[in-house]
């Protein structure tokens, strides 16, 4: 649709809406103008409840300070020293995994008769060994507290992570009504989704209370040499108890969620394009080790594999985590040189964005790794090829940009070379998982609503 940068519709009840679709008056929104644009009321007041009012809810000022007493944790000079955590965590997953993939072979060959333990197809839900996986990488290297998710799937905290932010009709009546009720109203509600979110919350605070305290007498003490996330931010001096557990509680829900959704992805594409899963485990198995060999992997190699990190862009371009994001204006302004009142509500779309042809040619809705690979046909790599940063907005840009996306790039490149040097993957149910009948069903993140199912087979050798 023909557009200057500005598409104006009408929402429930005629309620104005403003989708934002040029980089100028993205870069506007998210940039120049960043706090005329705040996150809407009803938004903060669900997400709070389960969050915390941390970096990603914060406003104005609070905003800004919080993120400056952050940043040192997320420096990359930080991050490249958890690159470490995140390929061992990855690693622990993927042998587990290996374990039960042959376990569920030898249960098969003792009904048929058979004795090759590592060549059946083991179908496995994706979802819930990404979640299991990130929460346990999170949990180090934001908290230094290891959650033993991947071992045992069962731990309180894993199992209310696997409550919380599983789609269901309650849970999407109650975002229904937070568009109208007061956030008190809501929580008073006898609705079994209430409760849940009520314990979890409770779970998810009483676990980040320990482990600050635990950190804070070690700081006491002069022992607090830890380099986890909670480790740099107390050092700081710049957050209250109350406000650290805000801050805990949204890295691990947040950090943690997201990078399992990129994963979800990630493993359907290379399922429907096996010629990429294949090449991406030749330079996986070039690379790095022997997933059975105990390695210290450093960013030194994870960052020099080109073709994974390539991989790694165009999953998160072709399926961003978090679909959308909403804005109300908080004061009367501007946008492309149009006025914009008060209360109006900005609507950004990183999955229309992602995948408009104007930026992204005529293969926008392609999935090509290829285009972040730099040739003399395409030296603009380093944005898939694309004329402007904000064509890309998977985390999207400027004072509110994702805090933590080089904690998150990094880990979801460990985690994907660890799972794809082991296994070769295809689709469990092909016309299920056909991209056009795959029922999407949002929360914090957008991901199949019955979960992703593949079969996995060990490809042995690495």
């Given at each position: 649709?023909?557009?200057?940068?500005?598409?104006?519709?009408?929402?429930?009840?005629?309620?104005?809406?403003?989708?934002?679709?040029?980089?100028?008056?993205?870069?506007?929104?998210?940039?120049?103008?960043?706090?005329?644009?705040?996150?809407?009321?009803?938004?903060?007041?669900?997400?709070?409840?389960?969050?915390?009012?941390?970096?990603?809810?914060?406003?104005?000022?609070?905003?800004?300070?919080?993120?400056?007493?952050?940043?040192?944790?997320?420096?990359?000079?930080?991050?490249?020293?958890?690159?470490?955590?995140?390929?061992?965590?990855?690693?622990?997953?993927?042998?587990?995994?290996?374990?039960?993939?042959?376990?569920?072979?030898?249960?098969?060959?003792?009904?048929?008769?058979?004795?090759?333990?590592?060549?059946?197809?083991?179908?496995?839900?994706?979802?819930?060994?990404?979640?299991?996986?990130?929460?346990?990488?999170?949990?180090?290297?934001?908290?230094?507290?290891?959650?033993?998710?991947?071992?045992?799937?069962?731990?309180?905290?894993?199992?209310?992570?696997g409550i919380v932010f599983k789609p269901s009709p309650q849970a999407q009546l109650l975002g229904l009504?937070?568009?109208?009720?007061?956030?008190?109203?809501?929580?008073?509600?006898?609705?079994?989704?209430?409760?849940?979110?009520?314990?979890?919350?409770?779970?998810?605070?009483?676990?980040?209370?320990?482990?600050?305290?635990?950190?804070?007498?070690?700081?006491?003490?002069?022992?607090?040499?830890?380099?986890?996330i909670l480790s740099v931010a107390l050092k700081s001096g710049g957050f209250s108890e109350e406000n650290?557990?805000?801050?805990?509680?949204?890295?691990?829900?947040?950090?943690?969620?997201?990078?399992?959704?990129?994963?979800?992805?990630?493993?359907?594409?290379?399922?429907?394009?096996?010629?990429?899963?294949?090449?991406?485990?030749?330079?996986?198995?070039?690379?790095?080790?022997?997933?059975?060999?105990?390695?210290?992997?450093?960013?030194?190699?994870?960052?020099?594999?080109?073709?994974?990190?390539?991989?790694?862009?165009?999953?998160?371009?072709?399926?961003?985590?978090?679909?959308?994001?909403?804005?109300?204006?908080?004061?009367?302004?501007?946008i492309a040189g149009e006025f914009i009142p008060k209360g109006t509500r900005v609507v950004l779309v990183?999955?229309?964005?992602?995948?408009?042809?104007?930026?992204?040619?005529?293969?926008?809705?392609?999935?090509?790794?290829?285009?972040?690979?730099?040739?003399?046909?395409?030296?603009?790599?380093?944005?898939?090829?694309?004329?402007?940063?904000?064509?890309?907005?998977?985390?999207?840009?400027?004072?509110?940009?994702?805090?933590?996306?080089?904690?998150?790039?990094?880990?979801?490149?460990?985690?994907?070379?660890?799972?794809?040097?082991?296994?070769?993957?295809?689709?469990?149910?092909?016309?299920?998982?056909?991209?056009?009948?795959?029922?999407?069903?949002?929360?914090?993140?957008?991901?199949?609503?019955?979960?992703?199912?593949?079969?996995?087979?060990?490809?042995?050798?690495?």
């Amino acid at each position: 649709m023909p557009n200057n940068g500005l598409i104006r519709y009408y929402g429930m009840f005629n309620s104005e809406r403003l989708l934002i679709t040029s980089p100028k008056a993205l870069g506007e929104v998210l940039t120049t103008k960043n706090y005329d644009f705040v996150k809407p009321s009803h938004f903060v007041t669900f997400l709070g409840r389960l969050l915390g009012i941390g970096i990603l809810l914060a406003e104005g000022d609070e905003h800004k300070q919080q993120r400056k007493n952050l940043m040192p944790a997320f420096a990359f000079r930080h991050i490249k020293d958890l690159y470490p955590v995140f390929w061992n965590k990855s690693r622990d997953a993927v042998l587990q995994m290996t374990r039960e993939c042959k376990e569920d072979a030898l249960k098969k060959n003792e009904v048929q008769g058979t004795g090759n333990s590592s060549a059946s197809q083991w179908v496995m839900d994706v979802g819930g060994w990404a979640s299991r996986a990130t929460l346990d990488i999170i949990g180090i290297a934001a908290a230094g507290q290891d959650f033993g998710a991947i071992s045992n799937p069962n731990t309180d905290l894993s199992v209310t992570y696997g409550i919380v932010f599983k789609p269901s009709p309650q849970a999407q009546l109650l975002g229904l009504l937070n568009l109208f009720l007061p956030g008190w109203l809501i929580r008073r509600i006898p609705m079994k989704r209430n409760g849940e979110i009520e314990k979890a919350a409770s779970v998810i605070r009483s676990t980040c209370r320990q482990q600050i305290r635990t950190k804070k007498e070690k700081l006491e003490k002069g022992d607090l040499t830890d380099v986890d996330i909670l480790s740099v931010a107390l050092k700081s001096g710049g957050f209250s108890e109350e406000n650290l557990i805000d801050q805990m509680m949204t890295f691990l829900a947040a950090g943690h969620e997201t990078t399992a959704t990129a994963m979800i992805w990630a493993i359907y594409l290379l399922s429907v394009n096996p010629d990429i899963q294949k090449r991406l485990r030749e330079e996986i198995r070039e690379k790095l080790p022997s997933i059975e060999e105990e390695h210290t992997i450093t960013s030194q190699t994870i960052d020099h594999m080109p073709y994974l990190s390539a991989v790694c862009n165009e999953v998160l371009r072709y399926f961003p985590p978090v679909p959308l994001t909403l804005r109300d204006a908080c004061r009367d302004t501007t946008i492309a040189g149009e006025f914009i009142p008060k209360g109006t509500r900005v609507v950004l779309v990183p999955w229309a964005i992602n995948k408009d042809t104007h930026y992204w040619g005529a293969d926008a809705s392609k999935f090509n790794p290829d285009r972040w690979l730099q040739s003399p046909n395409n030296p603009a790599s380093a944005n898939g090829g694309a004329p402007s940063n904000y064509s890309f907005l998977t985390f999207l840009h400027g004072p509110r940009s994702c805090i933590g996306q080089k904690f998150a790039q990094a880990e979801f490149a460990c985690l994907l070379a660890a799972w794809v040097g082991r296994f070769e993957y295809e689709l469990n149910n092909e016309e299920e998982y056909d991209e056009r009948n795959i029922i999407i069903k949002g929360g914090v993140t957008a991901k199949p609503a019955n979960g992703m199912h593949v079969k996995a087979k060990i490809v042995e050798g690495w």
